[in-house]
């Protein structure tokens, strides 16, 4: 986790699949919030032209153009202006998933990438232990996918699915908080060893499904 020039904390995973996917220089983040990574995109590169969206007016911007509109309705733009549109943790707050995908497509520009996340629904071993994904939590959560579900999802709305990843969630190294201090960084190290060798299938932690699709 990094942070903005404001101290704002940045997921490592969202920069690099924006690093990775970034296409032109037209940008739509839609579900932005606070618009952190609006707000990162244009200070590393002044020349992107960024639009925010989001149904809460929560931003403070002085260089992005934000519009505050209901994500469950048309949104307010025209066909294919973006060629890059982000989608980080919006989807499944959204009762209609069929209308905004099918929106985010009429927005996406020929050959142009749309990159988003959404939350993962396979605890699979957590519960037995009384344990479960943090996002859980979130009432708003209309629901919860597999690589599959959003995979479809993207599918119908007319993208080409390029790739769906587990990302996120549950690092293996708080297990060597059941240790006595004195050997916790041992305990950490051969965590980390294991996991470079992948003898731990660290996928079984992730909470969160990372997309990246394009529209032909």
């Not at 002044?46 to 153009?65: M, R, Y």
Request: net charge negative; hydrophobic share 40%; proline share 4%.
């Amino acid at each position: 986790m990094r942070k903005d020039s404001a101290g704002n904390r940045l997921s490592d995973v969202k920069l690099n699949y924006i690093k990775k996917n970034l296409v032109g220089q037209d940008i739509l983040d839609v579900g932005a919030g606070y618009c952190y990574y609006s707000e990162w995109l244009v200070q590393g590169n002044p020349d992107l032209k960024v639009v925010s969206i989001d149904q809460l007016d929560l931003a403070n911007l002085n260089n992005i153009e934000f519009i505050c509109s209901d994500l469950e309705k048309p949104i307010p733009l025209p066909d294919e202006s973006f060629s890059t549109i982000l989608a980080f943790d919006i989807i499944e707050h959204i009762v209609n998933e069929d209308h905004l995908i099918k929106e985010l497509f009429r927005l996406c520009k020929k050959n142009g990438v749309l990159i988003g996340s959404v939350p993962h629904d396979d605890d699979k071993f957590l519960p037995a232990y009384n344990l479960t994904f943090y996002h859980r939590s979130d009432l708003t959560h209309k629901r919860y996918y597999i690589p599959t579900t959003i995979k479809d999802a993207l599918e119908k709305g007319g993208f080409d699915v390029i790739t769906v990843d587990l990302k996120g969630g549950i690092s293996p190294h708080v297990f060597s908080e059941f240790f006595a201090p004195s050997i916790r960084f041992l305990i950490k190290s051969s965590i980390g060893l294991l996991r470079r060798t992948r003898i731990i299938n660290t996928s079984a932690l992730a909470s969160d499904l990372f997309f990246v699709a394009v529209k032909q």
